[in-house]
């Protein structure tokens, strides 16, 4: 495993990406910073870390044979990887919310942006960004997000941290296979946030409505029953969790 640190960049998830298009990097080389000036959240957002207090760093991950309907296995796994190093340091009432947010007591402890690179059908590979919010004390006009000092009191070795979920990630991204399908989404869905229950969604016209969250098919999309009984999948883009 290659791993690349950088006292500061612009973005980890850049840096790999524009790294990767002028040199054959191997597989699981990792890109870790102190600080990012631009740092990219999900939907064209902003990702903002306190300069050494937290874990930003970004993972190229290759596929030989993932094709373009598999791709949630990604964020599935991403997120069981991260779940399971929270576990680790003993972090309480952890969540995945859909697609791959981590929670821990109703806010945000950890995002992950993935970034494939996309050849005919299949997924050649991805920049896997996290950010994990580890002992940063504060956050002003983020009223959603913790860490995981803030939820337990105890400063965590950023190092020591590091490490765990790169090795639960490279456990998982090894199980990334069709025929694990069943298998990680029952792992998934027993840690999905709000599952089963009746929760506020929003659309993107800010319209919102109810509905029960059932669960996440096969290509990754959220399924919600509606008031009227309905059952209706919503791709990533056309609906957000209230919460
Ligand atoms: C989200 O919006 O929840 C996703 C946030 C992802 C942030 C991480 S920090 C490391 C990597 N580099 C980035 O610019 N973003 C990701």
Redesign the pocket.
């Known amino acids: 495993m290659q791993i690349i640190k950088l006292s500061a960049t ?5 840096y790999l990406k524009e790294l990767a298009l002028v040199k054959n990097l191997e597989d699981f080389t990792v890109v870790v910073t102190e600080k ?1 000036t ?6 064209n ?1 902003m ?1 903002e ?1 306190e300069d050494g207090k937290n874990l ?3 993972i190229l991950k290759k596929f030989t044979s993932l094709t373009i309907q598999d791709q949630f296995l990604i964020s599935i796994c991403t997120s069981l990887a991260v779940y399971r190093s929270l576990m680790a340091f003993k972090i309480p009432d952890v969540r995945i919310k859909w697609p ?2 981590i929670l821990s007591d109703n806010s ?1 402890i ?4 993935i970034e494939n690179s996309i050849s005919g059908l299949k997924i050649a590979s991805s920049v896997i ?3 994990l919010n580890v002992n940063q004390i504060t956050f002003e006009n983020q009223p959603k997000a913790t860490s995981l000092y803030a939820l337990t009191g105890r400063t965590i070795d950023l190092e020591d941290l590091l490490h765990t979920v790169l090795q639960n990630l490279d456990t998982y991204l090894s199980k990334i296979n069709p025929l694990n399908w069943e298998m990680l989404l029952e792992e998934y869905h027993s840690l999905l946030f709000r599952k089963d229950v009746l929760s506020h969604f929003v659309l993107e016209n800010d319209a919102v409505f109810q509905g029960t969250l059932l669960g996440i098919g096969k290509e990754g999309k959220l399924k919600v029953r509606l008031e009227d009984g309905a059952v209706r999948e919503f791709a990533l883009k056309e609906v957000s969790l209230r919460y």
């Open positions: 612009e973005s980890t998830n850049t990012q631009k740092g990219r959240g999900q939907m957002g990702w870390s930003t760093f970004s791959n947010d945000k950890c995002g992950i942006l960004g996290i950010g």
